[in-house]
């Protein structure tokens, strides 16, 4: 039978790329595209092509459920056409409104699904999968369905908008050096879709910077829009005071703790001299009490001044009936217990120290990232620009434990009295 798709529509000019490397078999791609790029209609399509080729369920998947109902299911064109009509009307058999799903001829069914609980996609057998803006979702719903592709031959293609150098970003730079994936970054230099006037009536109507920077030039350095911290790291890479910082011998090393219980525990190795605070090294784990801690201080050739933990290593745990501290000093640690702030007073004070501060770019990698992606909470609102509104609090992920973390010690380090800062060394200097 002879199937008339794609309906109505073509890959644009810059869309042929991706389209010839499908259909000479790639089963991986990788297309960090610019906002306006077309990237789910081109992907919807290439799904209605395959699942009259091959007989299976396909999704295509969001961060949220929410997030797919608006954007696809509900979604249109700029041109007012639905999405949903790029499937051969007389080929569809039923769709399910409340399952946002499409029954065709066939026997295929495509579906939008949203990775809220990804445990709730366990079990199914999907031969084709879209991650639509995968840098939002949660990447263990990749790790879930992976195995199934590679079992059943199937493929995967993901699509986003970079938002820092989190696993998009990580995914992306895989992809690149693997040579049976397709990757591509489309920036609005390239693509040509949207001219440049656009992009700045968008930034003269008010569109942050850092949205600019990731949408439409796809950068993966810019400050994520929402971060605390993401300005200051930026301004720290450009200032030259991330990189290569070595541990000084002659200077103490204070460390600052996120103590988790069910929780990751986070830790930065930190040596102050002047005005410097340098980052020299970072820890973090999760699952393990603090004699495994104790033991990686120990193994470690610094000599300590203190260990500043947060004011609810106060709290007596219930089954030994100690606090942290007293069982850290037990053990010979000697912990000192940060002045607890109202939160916005301890964020405040790590802005004020990250421009005083240069780090480690190996040994301080994931607590710089963190730093990077530590955000304000995300509500489902957008603003007229498109632009995210947040909650005026902190969104609890991996980033909030080195983040926290370092807020321990803006909050904690002035306590330590006269003596390291009577400590000299060379000024540091990153080259």
């Known amino acids: 039978m002879h199937y008339n798709i ?3 529509w073509a890959p644009r000019t810059y869309q042929s790329a991706l389209w010839k490397a499908l259909e000479d078999g790639t089963k991986r791609a990788v297309c960090v595209w610019h906002r306006r790029a077309g990237k789910d209609l081109c992907a919807l399509n290439w799904t209605v092509c395959e699942a009259f080729k091959r007989t299976g369920l396909y999704w295509h998947i969001f961060p949220t459920y929410k997030q797919g109902r608006k954007i696809l299911w509900d979604g249109m064109t700029r041109d007012g056409r ?6 051969p009307e007389d080929l569809v058999i039923r769709t399910r409104d409340d399952e946002m799903s499409v029954w065709l001829e066939g026997g295929s069914l495509w579906q939008v699904i949203g990775t809220d609980d990804p445990d709730k996609l366990v079990g199914a057998n999907p031969v084709g999968c879209v991650f639509s803006e995968y840098s939002l979702q949660n990447p263990k719903v990749w790790n879930l369905i992976r195995p199934i592709l590679a079992e059943n031959g199937g493929w995967a293609m993901f699509i986003y908008t970079p938002r820092g150098r989190n696993h998009g970003y990580r995914l992306y730079k895989m992809a690149q050096e693997n040579p049976t994936w397709f990757a591509e970054i489309l920036s609005v230099d390239t693509s040509g879709a949207i001219p440049l006037s656009a992009v700045q009536e968008e930034r003269d109507a008010g569109m942050a910077e850092e949205m600019i920077q990731q949408e439409f030039y ?3 350095d810019a400050p994520l829009v929402g971060a605390y911290y993401g300005d200051l790291i930026s301004d720290a890479q450009t200032g030259n005071r991330i990189g290569k910082v070595p541990w000084e011998p002659e200077l103490k090393v204070t460390t600052a703790w996120d103590l988790g219980i069910a929780d990751r525990t986070a830790i930065w190795f930190l040596q102050q001299s002047g005005h410097e605070h340098r980052a020299i090294d970072y820890y973090e784990s999760s699952g ?7 033991k990686v201080l120990s193994e470690k050739p610094y000599a300590y001044a203190n260990h500043l933990v947060p004011h609810d290593a106060m709290v007596r745990e219930l089954g030994t009936g100690k606090t942290r ?10 912990m000192k217990v940060a002045p607890k702030l109202p939160l916005a007073d301890g964020i405040n004070a790590v802005r004020m120290l990250i421009p005083k501060m240069w780090f480690d770019d190996d040994k301080c990698a994931r607590g710089i990232q963190g730093l990077r992606e530590y955000t304000k909470e995300q509500t489902e609102e957008e603003d007229v620009d498109g632009s995210p509104i947040f909650r005026d609090q902190p969104k609890h992920d991996w980033a909030s434990h080195p983040a926290d973390a370092l807020r321990t010690y803006a909050v904690g380090h002035r306590r330590e009295g006269g003596e390291r800062r009577r400590q ?8």
């Open 325 to 334: 501290v007293e069982s850290a000093r037990k053990m010979g640690m000697r």
């Open 6 to 8: 794609p309906v109505g």
């Open 288 to 294: 393990v009490g603090l004699d495994h801690y104790n």
């Open 424 to 431: 000299l060394a060379p000024k540091l200097a990153i080259v």
């Open 218 to 220: 796809c950068s993966f």
């Open 82 to 87: 639905s999405f949903l009509s790029h499937f």
